[in-house]
């Protein structure tokens, strides 16, 4: 069984986004719907409607950026509750059995994890994104939000902020230590204020990656550059 819910949907790859519907699954057992109350525009939603990395099926919705309120949940989830604020980033599946995953790294799942939209779900359908009225998600892949937080402020921490956030952790840059960003599009700018919550502001943004690297006596070997 399946329930249509509204959303925004591309139909085409060189088509605008519209008004649409999509098909959610019923709730299972360890599924949790959410309400989608916010989700946050990604530069890989233009990506992957416009088809860059691979033929997409349409209609679809993407967004991978999801602030919202659990709906309802399925009989055996466990630590969330209908009415609680939650999110859902770029993961909503993985086989959960692989060496990565048993570790908590689901984002290297040896089968591939699962998109939030566009990719094959478990069932065999197609994952559809936030960009609708609400979302089906294993409970696994569901995050609680502190209730301090606003949903237009933390949706674009589930994609841009991690992504930055991650690799400042991973490497201990704590106070101290100084860090170069490359650029100041969405996820430059989370990874400065990252950097600022890490207790220093010695950083550095290069905005002009090709000058950059001409002045460090670098060069670009693409046709596409100037010599």
């Not at 939603?45 to 950026?65: C, K, S």
Request: charged fraction near 25%.
């Amino acid at each position: 069984m399946t329930r249509t819910v509204a959303a925004i949907v591309a139909r085409t790859p060189d088509g605008p986004l519209e008004p649409g519907v999509v098909e959610r699954r019923e709730v299972g057992p360890r599924d949790v719907r959410i309400d989608v109350v916010w989700a946050g525009i990604c530069h890989s939603d233009i990506h992957t409607v416009r088809g860059d990395w691979g033929a997409q099926t349409y209609p679809l919705a993407v967004g991978h950026e999801i602030a919202g309120v659990v709906a309802e949940v399925g009989a055996q989830v466990e630590g969330l509750a209908v009415g609680q604020r939650v999110g859902v980033g770029c993961m909503v599946g993985s086989c959960r059995d692989c060496a990565n995953c048993r570790a908590g790294r689901e984002q290297y799942c040896e089968r591939g994890f699962t998109d939030t939209y566009g990719a094959r779900d478990a069932d065999g359908t197609i994952t559809q994104g936030g960009y609708t009225a609400s979302i089906v998600v294993d409970e696994h892949f569901v995050l609680s939000l502190p209730d301090v937080l606003p949903f237009e402020k933390v949706a674009p921490l589930l994609c841009a902020g991690i992504t930055t956030y991650s690799p400042l952790r991973r490497w201990g840059a704590g106070p101290g230590v100084r860090v170069a960003v490359v650029g100041m599009g969405g996820l430059g700018h989370m990874a400065v204020k990252a950097r600022g919550r890490h207790g220093s502001r010695r950083h550095r943004a290069v905005t002009d990656v090709l000058e950059a690297g001409r002045r460090a006596g670098l060069w670009c070997r693409r046709p596409s550059c100037d010599e």
